[in-house]
């Protein structure tokens, strides 16, 4: 079954606005990932956070991790339509391989 | 680095007939490689993960004898839709993992085959 729920489901804002999208899980976690699907594509990894990091960044994207509340966000800066694209997050359990992913954020960024 | 080819990218088959889906990684050994599909606008379902010279381990609901998969080698794994159905028509996804690394490690993914089945 899936763990994570994200919100928004879709999420449309102008070029060079930042986008927030949030994850919220069930059960105890690894690490979390984000990754970005391209319509009719496979999945680019972005960046993990490990369970014990609360925050972490990479280029224009900035994560953040409440393993309290079992929650992240993905914040990403200064908004390019090449942002365009379907956002995930994936929750890796302690000790499993497998990583369960969210329903994911439908991002459209408009030039 | 750490690319995966999936191939084919999409097809098109008749009822009742099997399809392959091969997924390689290119430039790095995989132990473990994963199967996951995916209907339009929804999130990627696991069924299976595949484990290099041993059986397949499949999520609860996923037929095994219907979704075979075959990881003969580190570079290697296909999953064999058989007898295929209209309701088999999604998009199927591999992922892999490189070698010796845990699970606090990336997937890498294929870009995915779109089956169709009439």
């Known amino acids: 079954s899936q763990q994570g729920e994200e919100d928004p489901q879709a999420l449309s804002i102008q070029e060079g606005e930042n986008a927030t999208m949030n994850c919220s899980y069930k059960t105890s976690i690894n690490n979390l990932q984000w990754y970005r699907q391209n319509s009719g594509r496979g999945l680019v990894h972005l960046i993990l956070i490990r369970s014990n990091e609360r925050e972490k960044h990479s280029g224009r994207l900035r994560v953040t991790l409440d393993t309290s509340k079992k929650s992240s966000s993905l914040l990403i800066t200064a908004s390019r339509a090449a942002d365009t694209a379907s956002y995930f997050c994936a929750t890796g359990g302690t000790g499993a391989q497998k990583l369960v992913f969210g329903q994911g954020t439908r991002l459209t960024i408009n030039p | 680095g750490a690319v995966v080819s999936q191939h084919p990218s999409w097809v098109i088959c008749k009822s009742g007939t099997s399809v392959k889906i091969e997924c390689r990684s290119l430039?790095?050994?995989?132990?473990?490689m994963f199967w996951y599909r995916q209907f339009p606008k929804q999130s990627l379902m696991l069924m299976a993960t595949s484990n290099e010279g041993s059986k397949a381990t499949y999520e609860q609901g996923v037929e095994k004898d219907k979704f075979l998969i075959n990881h003969a080698s580190l570079t290697l794994s296909t999953l064999t839709v058989t007898s295929a159905h209209p309701e088999d028509s999604s998009f199927y996804i591999c992922s892999a993992r490189l070698i010796r690394t845990g699970v606090n490690s990336p997937l890498h993914f294929g870009n995915g085959t779109r089956l169709t089945v009439t």
């Open positions: 430039d790095f050994q995989a132990t473990t």
